[in-house]
DNA sequence: TGCATGACTCGAG
DNA sequence: CCTCGAGCCATGC
């Protein structure tokens, strides 16, 4: 079962860094979650990060694909998609994996 | 207040 | 390469 969203978190700032973070990511870049909390200044908060994604990606237009485990798996259950997306930047991937885990350079 | 769950991470087997 | 366990943080019942 889907949980839909919960409150608004446009009060927390913690949200809002990482949001920050997740839309300057570059095209053609892929990132880690812990990466991406570290950058936005909560190195602990990788959770966080997979949270948003997974809640409000679409809604606030998040590029998750971009986004992938520190292991540099692709998010379970939309490997394809994501690999596709990724693809399309220019990013090569292999089955559930990138080619290249770079946190900062394609 | 406590326990279970999750698009996480790391180390070991 | 895969699974398990411990640690981490936030949320929900």
Redesign the pocket.
């Known amino acids: 079962m889907k ?1 839909h969203l ?2 608004p ?1 446009v009060d ?1 700032r ?2 809002h860094d990482i949001v920050a973070v997740l839309v300057s990511i570059p095209a053609g870049t892929v990132v ?6 570290r950058d936005a200044g ?1 190195s ?8 948003i ?3 409000w ?2 809604e606030l237009d998040l590029p ?2 971009r ?5 540099g ?1 692709l ?4 490997e394809v998609e ?1 690999a596709r997306l990724l693809a399309a930047e220019g990013v090569q991937c ?1 089955t ?2 990138v080619a290249g885990v770079r946190r900062d350079r394609a």
Do not use: C, I
């Open positions: 949980k919960p409150s978190p927390d913690r949200f880690a979650y812990g990466e991406v909390a909560h602990r908060q990788s959770r966080l990060v997979g949270r994604l997974s809640m990606s679409d998750w694909w986004v992938v485990t520190a292991n798996r998010v379970p259950g939309h994501q292999r559930g994996r």
